[in-house]
């Protein structure tokens, strides 16, 4: 992986690359890397940066976990955060850039919340001071506090899960539940009147398929069943062409060992000779038929 200084001069760095080595890389070096068409990070390059931004996530003094909302955060913090991603990685100029690395912040912010709660936060079997005097390394005590206050606020029950319950209680037809979480899904992920082909939070362009799997997304409109019907056939057609093949094969060889034997002899027959056409006629009409499938 190359990596230049201010001055222009190119290196290459061979091997793995962690976080730790990027924080302590000096001199003005700064990583390169290569982004997609939906200006997502990608190649070794890419994973260097998703591995930093995930490691500043988890950094209480850069990136604040006390704030509920990640939109919330000091705007100033924010601005700090990509200056200090830019420092140490060639990123292409623009506000989407930007915006798109401040996205990969928040989704790794938001994971190592839920990391730190459900490793953390076990009311039934400690005190709220026992997970409060629980303050893991690296968080700023204040912090600490204030994140174990929202834990304990009616405010940090799951927004899915209430939007779900709430769906289903006010739901006066007899959807079935599956169909109300598959609506929640598309509330939160895409745009209010889903104009916007694009889930919020996973770069810019994104389609459905690009999120949920495209066999996922084919289950979900009842279409994969069919594909893997489809697929169990061409499986069983293949194995039966094959086993003929081999045998077609296995005659042809035959004919023409006893052929070679017979020109050897100097005692070529017409039935040696008719065997062997009609072998080489049999596997050129099979492979014929085998291409038109």
Request: with cysteine.
């Amino acid at each position: 992986m190359q990596f230049t200084d201010a001055e222009g001069k190119v290196e290459v760095w061979s091997g793995s690359i962690q976080p730790h080595d990027v924080w302590l890389i000096k001199g003005g070096f700064r990583f390169e890397v290569c982004f997609n068409r939906y200006y997502q990070p990608i190649r070794k390059g890419g994973a260097v940066l998703v591995k930093f931004v995930a490691d500043i996530a988890k950094k209480s003094e850069l990136c604040p976990i006390g704030v509920v909302n990640w939109r919330n955060v000091n705007k100033q913090v924010q601005a700090d955060i990509v200056e200090l991603i830019r420092g140490k990685f060639i990123i292409p100029d623009g506000k989407i850039y930007n915006d798109a690395m401040l996205k990969h912040v928040g989704k790794h912010r938001r994971q190592w919340k839920f990391e730190l709660k459900a490793r953390y936060f076990n009311p039934t079997v400690r005190t709220r001071q026992q997970i409060e005097n629980d303050n893991p390394g690296g968080i700023v005590r204040g912090t600490w506090l204030e994140l174990v206050k929202y834990w304990y606020s009616g405010q940090s029950k799951d927004m899915a899960k209430s939007k779900i319950d709430a769906s289903v209680a006010s739901s006066s037809s007899s959807k079935p539940r599956i169909e109300v979480e598959d609506e929640v899904f598309n509330e939160l992920m895409y745009d209010k009147d889903n104009s916007n082909q694009k889930p919020v939070g996973y770069g810019f362009g994104v389609k459905r398929s690009d999120v949920m799997g495209v066999h996922a997304l084919l289950r979900k409109k009842g279409i994969a069943s069919e594909m893997n019907n489809d697929n169990n056939d061409l499986k069983v057609k293949f194995a039966r062409h094959k086993k003929e093949t081999a045998n077609l094969i296995m005659r042809l060889s035959s004919s023409v060992s006893d052929l070679l034997t017979a020109v050897q002899s100097g005692r070529v027959s017409p039935e040696t000779l008719a065997a062997t056409n009609s072998a080489l006629r049999t596997i050129t009409a099979q492979v014929s038929h085998q291409y038109t499938l």
